[in-house]
T-cell receptor, first 117, second 111 residues
């Protein structure tokens, strides 16, 4: 049973560039959440996708956008990169709104380390 | 979601039980207690969760007080691989519920 996968593992970009990060959810999961973790801090919620729509969003600017595909995989896009966007970006998957029989435990991927120079 | 309070750091001898406390005095009746851990530079790993009864799985035990205002995560026989930051989180039963992470407890296991 494949867990949550993310690509790439590491990425280096320069200020002003755009980046796309990818996530494939755990088998059987249809909801994807994205988190940003700056060095030395806990992860912060960016947004969540279910049924190809953004369902909930944290306190992040519009430079951060996402997409979910019919196969439940997801992308996180960040435009006009700033030095402060350097962080570990985490994807978590869970079973979505249709599943009322269980708590929606979120399972995390290994993350993508983004460095902005 | 309710806030949690955890000690900044703890240490434990290898082979002994590690007991990690968490205070969540403002927890609501429909909020679960979750524990995750994060080993350096890896994604958070789910450990266990519970509502009001004590829970046990292959990784750990979760003890929740009767008033649900605090809980303890127990790693029964700590190993060096258990060195990590442990996050105690409370969140409601909702598939749209985001996880709000605090600062966690940095657990060091000494040989």
């Amino acid at each position: 049973d494949a867990g949550v996968t993310q690509s790439p593992t590491h990425l280096i970009k320069t200020r002003g560039q755009q980046v796309t990060l990818r996530c494939s959810p755990k088998s059987g999961h249809d909801t994807v959440s994205w988190y940003q973790q700056a060095l030395g801090q806990g992860p912060q919620f960016i947004f969540q996708y279910y049924e190809e729509e953004e369902r909930q969003r944290g306190n992040f600017p519009d430079r951060f956008s996402g997409h979910q595909f019919p196969n439940y995989s997801s992308e996180l896009n960040v435009n006009a990169l700033l030095l402060g966007d350097s962080a570990l970006y985490l994807c978590a998957s869970s079973r979505g709104l249709r599943d009322r029989g269980n708590t929606d435990t979120q399972y995390f991927g290994p993350g993508t380390r983004l460095t902005v120079l | 979601d309710a806030k949690t309070t955890q000690p900044t750091s703890m240490d434990c001898a290898e082979g002994r039980a590690a007991n990690l406390p968490c205070n969540h005095s403002t927890i609501s009746g429909n909020e679960y207690v979750y524990w995750y851990r994060q080993i350096h530079s890896q994604g958070p790993q789910y450990i266990i969760h519970g509502l009001k009864n004590n829970e046990t799985n292959e990784m750990a035990s979760l003890i929740i007080t009767e008033d649900r205002k605090s809980s303890t995560l127990i790693l029964p026989h700590a190993t060096l691989r258990d060195t990590a930051v442990y996050y105690c989180i409370v969140r409601s039963y909702s598939s749209a519920s985001k996880i709000i992470f605090g600062s966690g407890t940095r657990l060091s296991i000494r040989p």
